[in-house]
């Protein structure tokens, strides 16, 4: 045993009040580099923020098919346009992949409960034909915790207009790590979190890298072993403010959502590699850590 330390000993000076952690080497010499050129999201003037929780997602989440069916209900034109708006495609966690997603073809009865100041919450009797819907389950909608001024409205979100913009959507509880890039206004169920603001499709692919994995090990677990990759998960990680990189990773995000290669996808974790100044040795080491992880998960 005392052969075994020797060989594997760290030397830490603990001169810091910062908390620590004993690493091997290698892995200080990485830490030192993610610390020298990262910035932590929380600094990034991004906004991160959960899906959104409907309270009885029977009721508020439907099919392509009952969309149809309530759109037919509609007594003239006017009630079916005002209610087409009004129902948005809604993504979940299980249908998020790494850069792009694939959407299962479900719909979110989006009847708010507005925002403070700028949207009046939406009044169901402006829509009877998703009234008529929701009253077939209003013994669990009227009882439920996670509902806004009445029960056909949806808790307060104050960040909705968000799910408009480009954004990076992610599943939140899982075995996998996946980052989905949407430009197109899906909505996110509570089973997602998401990111909006600058250089959106460049996190995207930072986050979707093998440095990316490994920035994110230290991620909080459940019970069953699955990352937690919540709104405090993601606010520590250190990213590179490269600016000068924002063209090329979306350009190649672009290509990758379009036709999947693992050579676009090489070349994204080399420019990754290469924002952190890792050396081969590193990068290699980089690179098995997060396919072990992987495989034992």
């Known amino acids: ?50 899906g959104i929780k409907t309270g009885c997602n029977e009721a508020f989440i439907i099919s392509t098919q009952e969309r149809e ?26 249908d998020i992949n790494r850069y792009g997603y694939n959407w299962a073809n479900l719909w979110l009865i989006n009847t708010h409960n507005g925002i403070r100041g700028r949207l009046e919450r939406i009044h169901i009797e402006d829509y ?10 209003w013994n669990r909608i009227s009882k439920r915790a996670d509902k806004g001024d009445t029960p056909y409205n949806l808790r307060n979100c104050a960040y909705l207009d968000n799910f408009s913009l480009p954004k990076i959507i992610w599943k939140r509880i899982g075995s996998i790590l996946r980052f989905s890039y949407d430009n197109t206004g899906y909505l996110g169920l509570d089973s997602t979190c998401f990111a909006t603001g600058e250089y959106i499709e460049y996190l995207c692919c930072v986050l979707n890298s093998l440095m990316g994995h490994y920035l994110l090990k230290d991620s909080p677990k459940t019970g069953t072993g699955d990352l937690l990759v919540s ?67």
């Open 1 to 50: 045993m005392s052969n075994l330390i020797q060989q594997r000993h760290s030397i830490c000076s603990f001169t810091s009040s910062d908390s620590w952690a004993i690493l091997s080497p290698i892995e200080q010499n990485i830490k030192r580099k993610i610390e020298a050129v990262g910035t932590p999201l929380e600094n990034w003037d991004i906004q991160i923020n959960y």
């Open 128 to 137: 009877p034909a998703i009234k008529a819907h929701l009253d077939q389950y």
């Open 69 to 94: 069916d309530i759109l037919s209900n509609c007594k003239d034109r006017e009630e079916r346009l005002r209610t087409a708006e009004l129902i948005r495609p809604i993504l979940r966690g299980r």
């Open 231 to 297: 709104v405090q998960a993601i606010e520590p990680v250190r990213v590179p403010y490269y600016a000068k990189y924002d063209s090329k990773l979306s350009n190649l995000l672009d290509r990758q959502i379009t036709n999947c290669t693992i050579g676009v996808e090489k070349e994204i974790n080399d420019i990754v590699f290469s924002m952190y100044g890792l050396s081969p040795n590193e990068q290699e080491y980089v690179t098995l850590y997060v396919k072990q992880s992987q495989q034992s998960q």
